[in-house]
T-cell receptor, first 109, second 113 residues
């Protein structure tokens, strides 16, 4: 079966750095997405990785290792508004997105 | 303002009733999707459409039907609602099916009693 694993919940301090991991086992791979979802709102796109390596976008970076079936989302200089769930999703061989259950990130002052 | 709209925002529905959730996008995206999101589970794909006139089944299609008469609209119908269909439903769209970012509507919160 297809599976996306990410931690259920993480806590970090304002101003710090946090890394949210995602491991996957899917039938085929056509890219990995990270989305942010604030409570009661729709998911919004953060990043897309299809090749190995690190993609940096301001305070957010995403890393992919296809051989290890592994990705992480790195958030720097954490702000209170970063409190949200972070969803990892992999596009499989049928071009359908398989979603993880999400990591709830709690930021403390 | 470009984007995706969904209606209704929320709904309480008696079991056995028929319900259509509406989704409209004005980005001229070819692909559209319906997901459900339940606590502790990832988003699960119900149905999708690659382009107007075509639809496909996702991971959890039973009890749901869709149509895609034109590019902009992608309604989801529950023919006879059951309590297990209580969920938050998100509509999404992307330029194409392959390797493109999906943009989500605000969601419809459905409670089936």
């Amino acid at each position: 079966g297809q599976n996306i694993d990410q931690p259920t919940e993480m806590t970090a301090t304002e101003g710090a750095i946090v890394q949210i991991n995602c491991t996957y086992q899917t039938s085929g791979f056509n890219g990995l997405f990270w989305y942010q979802q604030h409570a009661g709102e729709a998911p919004t796109f953060l990043s897309y990785n299809v090749l190995d390596g690190l993609e940096e976008k301001g305070r957010f970076s995403s890393f992919l290792s296809r051989s290890k079936g592994y990705s992480y989302l790195l958030l720097k200089e954490l702000q209170m508004k970063d409190s949200a769930s972070y969803l990892c999703a992999v596009m499989d061989s049928n071009y359908q997105l398989i979603w993880g259950a999400g990591t709830k990130l709690i930021i403390k002052p | 303002i470009a984007g995706i709209t969904q209606a209704p925002t929320s709904q309480i529905l008696a079991a056995g009733r028929r319900m259509t959730l509406r989704c409209t996008q004005d980005m001229r995206h070819n692909a559209m999707y319906w997901y459900r999101q339940d606590l502790g589970l990832g988003l699960r794909l119900i149905h999708y459409s690659n382009t107007a006139g075509t639809t496909g089944k996702g991971e959890v299609p039973d009890g749901y039907s869709v149509s895609r008469a034109n590019t902009d609209d992608f309604p989801l119908t529950l023919a006879s609602a059951v309590p297990s269909q209580t969920s938050v439903y998100f509509c999404a769209s992307s330029r194409r099916l392959v390797g493109e970012t999906q943009y989500f509507g605000p969601g419809t919160r459905l409670l089936v009693l």
